[in-house]
């Protein structure tokens, strides 16, 4: 069982730049691959980019170009760093492993990003 705590979102303006974290409260390194998800008000959950332990890396189309994640399995952590944000980008962000587990801490309570224009 794992406990994933995503920080470092925030209200920001419309081509900005925000880096989020997800801190695992053990060792990732049994999670092959690690993805940030997003919910936006009234919409699903969805992908937004995933990453592997050898550092393969995979993005929604919407972000591909803007959005990079990465991992630190030393720190049991897993970036995204978001850059040109659109207002579209606004959502609450989740990691969780790719697939996303359903176990009891996979979800935790996201991290708010919020774009104005």
């Known amino acids: 069982q794992v406990q994933l705590v995503e920080s470092g979102g925030d209200l920001v303006q419309a081509g900005g730049s925000l880096r989020l974290s997800c801190a695992a409260s053990?060792?990732?390194?049994?999670?092959?691959?690690m993805a940030w998800y997003r919910q936006a008000p009234g919409n699903q959950r969805e992908f937004v980019a995933s990453?592997?332990?050898?550092?393969?890396?995979y993005y929604a189309d919407s972000v591909k170009g803007r959005f990079t994640i990465s991992r630190d399995n030393a720190k049991n952590t897993v970036y995204l760093q978001m850059n040109s944000l659109k207002r579209e980008d606004t959502g609450v962000y989740y990691c969780?492993?790719?697939?996303?587990?359903?176990?009891?801490?996979?979800w935790g309570q996201g991290t708010q990003v919020t774009v104005s224009s």
């Open positions: 990453i592997t332990n050898s550092g393969s890396t």
């Open positions: 969780n492993t790719a697939p996303p587990s359903l176990q009891r801490g996979y």
């Open positions: 053990r060792s990732i390194f049994s999670f092959d691959r």
